[in-house]
C-alpha cells in the first residue's frame, strides 16, 4: 500500500453497471463504463488506502493494488457491499440496476411465431440508502452519484436529502455532453454546505480532486 493521507483507512468503492438475468442467455444492463468508479478507487489507493473494489461487468478494468469483488447483480452488489463493511468512506459511483425481471427463466425464452414474452419486474434493493441509514456501523462519509439529464443542482440535493448520504456527486449526462462512456466528467459536489460546481475535467482528474476531499474530511472528523 502507497504511504498518504488515506494510510490505515478502508474505503468501499461500487462501480460499473449491473446485470439483470432474463433467462440464462440473456440480461438487462446499462451504458455505464465503469471509468469514473475505477478512477476513484486508483485515486484512493494512491493516497494510501485499502480500496475495497465492488464492480459489475464493467468495460474498463478494474485498478490495481484494490481487492475487487466482482458481481453481476444488485442483489449480489448489496451483499458484497455488507459483507465488505465496515470502512471509514463508501464510494457509491455503480450504476446499479434500478429493476430485475421477477421471476428468472431456468432455461431460455424461445421465440414462438406470434407471440411475445411479458416480463414482471420487481424493484431492487437501494444500496447506497441502506448503508446511508445503517443504525450501526455506518461509514462516516457516504457518497452517492447523481446522473442527471436536467435540473442537475435541484435534483441532486433532492436525492441527497432522499438517500441520507453526505454528499452528492452530480453529473450531466444528457447526450450532447459525450460523459457517458467518455473520458471527461464535469461534476457538482453536493454537501450539507451547498453545491459545488467543478470545472470540466478528466475523470482521473475527478476521482483524485473527490480522493483527496474524502482524506481531508477524514481527517477532520
Ligand atoms: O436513485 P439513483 O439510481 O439515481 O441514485 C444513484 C446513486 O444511488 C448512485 O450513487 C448509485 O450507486 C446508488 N444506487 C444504489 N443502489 C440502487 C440504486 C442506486 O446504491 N439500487
Known sequence: LAEGPLSGRHVLVTSGPTHEPIDPVRYIANRSSGAQGAAIAAALRDLGARVSFVTGPARVPPPAGVEVIAVETAREMKAAV????????????????????????????????????????????????????????????????AAETDDVIAHATAKRARKGCDWIVANDVSPATGIMGGTENAVTLITERGADAWPRMTKEQVARQLALRIADHLSQH
Do not use: H, Y
Not at 470502512?87 to 424461445?110: L, M, P, Q, S
Not at 411479458?118 to 452519484?145: H, T
Open 82 to 145: 455488507e459483507a465488505a463493511l465496515p470502512a471509514d468512506a463508501a464510494v457509491f459511483a455503480a450504476a446499479v440496476a434500478d429493476w430485475r425481471v421477477t421471476a428468472e427463466k431456468a432455461g431460455k425464452i424461445k421465440k414462438e411465431q406470434g407471440k411475445l414474452p411479458v416480463l414482471d419486474f420487481s424493484e431492487n434493493p437501494d444500496i447506497l440508502a441502506q448503508v446511508s441509514r445503517m443504525a450501526e456501523g455506518r461509514p462516516r462519509l457516504v457518497i452517492g452519484f
